[in-house]
Each structure stands twice: as structure tokens, then as C-alpha cells.
């Protein structure tokens, strides 16, 4: 099964300020035939189910505020909140989608500082 | 608007059987695989299982195979999980999600049903 890392566990962020977030696989999830990465990101909030952000590692889902984005390839992938808002106070979680079981990180939690 | 409405969680005894419904509307069913999640309390998220649109093909996580069954009935627009032999670290909140093919990140969730296992 692939591995799934997050840091930081949890992050303090002030109101317009950058937050990013880290997530790596015990292997790559790079599809070389399409040179696209099995990497999503999901944002959680209490009492909520998860909202999907991010796919193919830096894909934005429809209606996702541009001031999230994602990055990285391989085995390291990042996700950023360019000026973090009162409303983006969650846990993240990243997941690959290249091979079942399809594994999840163990989340990071994100508060206003 | 697509909904997935999740039913049948509740409180069950070690050792016992329960089975999951998901209603699905507002999209075609028979288009998409479709998978289960669950989430223990206060815990982060698990893959369970998936289906393939007319559930040719089914995966699991190795924790509950053998034990927990996925299925679907397309003409009732309904996902299903049959759960038997249950562990208390089955104990979870189950969601139901919506995926376009079988690598591809779930883009719907329902609301999730929590299941207790407890004596």
C-alpha cells in the first residue's frame, strides 16, 4: 500500500497570510503514460464531510476559490492557501488515487493565528 | 443537484451485521464508480471499497475483506455495504462518494452515517 505523509500535524496561520501545506507518498504517483500525478487534496470542516479541492495534484475543482493551489510531482506535493481566510479554518487532507487501497495523509489542521 | 444520502448506520454488537444504503439523485448512476469512506471518531479518513459502474469489478481495503461486501443497484439508484463480523475499529462515520472512473478522486460526498460497534 502507498504511504501517505502530511506536515506540519497542524499550522496557525494570521488572516492574509500564506499557508502551505506538506504531503508525500512512499512512492510516486506520476503516471508516466500521462504524465499526470494521482494526488488530491480535500478540505474538511467540523461536522462536515470533506469538499474536494485539488486533483491531478494542481487542478482546482470547479468553484474552488483561486487562492488555493497545488504543486509538486513524483512524490512530494504541496498545497497552498495564498491569503488565508476566516472561512478556510479546516483540517486538509491529501489522498493518491494511483493504485487501491487509495490512501489518505493524516491530515493537517489549519487555525487562524 | 447531486445528492448522496447515506442510511442504515446505528449501534451494533461485536460480531454483528449491518448494511449501508446510499440514494443517490440529480445524476446518472450507472455512469460512475462508486466507493465508500469512512472516518472513526475524531480520526482521519479511510478508503473501504469501490465498484465499477455495473459492478463487474470491486476493491478493498485489506481490513475488511472478507467481512464487508460493496454493491449496487443501478435501476434504484443505490449504492450498498454490506458489513458482517464487525470489529469496534469499524466504528466509523461511512460516506458514500461519487467518482467519474476508478482512478479518480470521489467529487461528491454524502452527509455519512455513523456506525457504533459496542457491547
Known amino acids: 500500500d502507498i504511504v501517505m505523509t502530511q506536515s506540519p500535524d497542524s499550522l496557525a496561520v494570521s488572516l492574509g497570510e500564506r499557508a502551505t501545506i506538506n504531503c508525500k507518498s512512499s512512492?510516486?504517483?506520476?503516471?508516466?503514460?500521462?504524465?499526470?500525478?494521482?494526488l488530491a487534496w480535500y478540505q474538511q470542516k467540523p461536522g462536515q464531510p470533506p469538499r474536494l479541492l485539488i486533483y491531478w495534484a494542481s487542478t482546482r475543482e470547479s468553484g474552488v476559490p483561486d487562492r488555493f493551489s497545488g504543486s509538486g510531482s513524483g512524490t512530494d506535493f504541496t498545497l497552498t492557501i495564498s491569503s488565508l481566510q476566516a472561512e478556510d479554518v479546516a483540517v486538509y487532507y491529501c489522498?493518491?488515487?494511483?493504485?487501491?487501497?487509495?490512501?489518505f495523509g493524516p491530515g493537517t489542521k489549519v487555525d487562524i493565528k | 443537484e447531486v445528492q448522496l444520502v447515506e442510511s442504515g448506520g446505528g449501534l451494533v454488537q461485536p460480531g454483528g451485521s449491518l448494511r449501508l444504503s446510499c440514494a443517490a439523485s440529480?445524476?446518472?448512476?450507472?455512469?460512475?464508480?462508486m466507493s465508500w469512506v469512512r472516518q472513526a471518531p475524531g480520526k482521519g479518513l479511510e478508503w473501504v471499497a469501490n465498484?465499477?459502474?455495473?459492478?463487474?469489478?470491486?476493491y478493498y481495503v485489506d481490513s475488511v475483506k472478507g467481512r464487508f461486501t460493496i454493491s449496487r443497484d443501478n435501476a434504484n439508484n443505490s449504492l450498498y455495504l454490506q458489513m458482517n463480523s464487525l470489529r469496534a475499529e469499524d466504528t466509523a462515520v461511512y460516506y458514500c462518494?461519487?467518482?467519474?472512473?476508478?482512478?479518480?478522486?470521489?467529487?461528491?460526498w454524502g452527509q455519512g452515517t455513523l456506525v457504533t460497534v459496542s457491547s
Open positions: 440529480g445524476f446518472t448512476l450507472s455512469s460512475y464508480w
Open positions: 465498484i465499477k459502474q455495473d459492478g463487474s469489478e470491486k
Open positions: 489522498q493518491q488515487y494511483y493504485s487501491t487501497p487509495f490512501t
Open positions: 512512492q510516486s504517483v506520476l503516471y508516466s503514460s500521462n504524465n499526470k500525478n494521482y
Open positions: 462518494t461519487r467518482t467519474w472512473t476508478q482512478l479518480w478522486p470521489p467529487d461528491y
